[in-house]
């Protein structure tokens, strides 16, 4: 796990999510599309390097498990994470759409081999 800043320092994944273990929402999957809103509203507070790294991803949609892979961390700490920013208004989060077996989506399947690959 990197989780590391540009230091080089270690952060701990409890430091992310301020010591939290479970996400305030059940309905991400590791499909789940996020792209960031545009304009995005301000910061309440300061945010973390890791969300405004999650923002900078999102500016094009992404899947809940890319943004794990990318981060190298968790996908637990980064649903966390998801929730906060979801919370917030700065992402907006589309739950994978459902595929009939007759017609296989050819477009999703090269998404996720694509995404698989880079993991």
Known sequence: MSGGDAAGRLVRPFTL???RTRPSRADFTLITTLTA???????????????????????EPVAVAEVAA??????????????????????TARPPRLVSRATPDLELLQKVRDGLGRL
Request: aromatic fraction near 2%; glycine fraction near 6%; charge should be negative.
């Open 17 to 19: 999510t301020g010591g």
């Open 37 to 59: 809103v545009d304009p995005p509203p301000p910061w309440p507070v300061r945010p973390q390097p890791e969300h405004v790294r999650i923002l900078k991803m999102c500016a």
């Open 70 to 91: 990318l981060l190298d961390l968790p996908v637990s700490v980064v649903v966390i994470m998801l929730c906060d920013l979801l919370e917030a208004g700065r992402i």
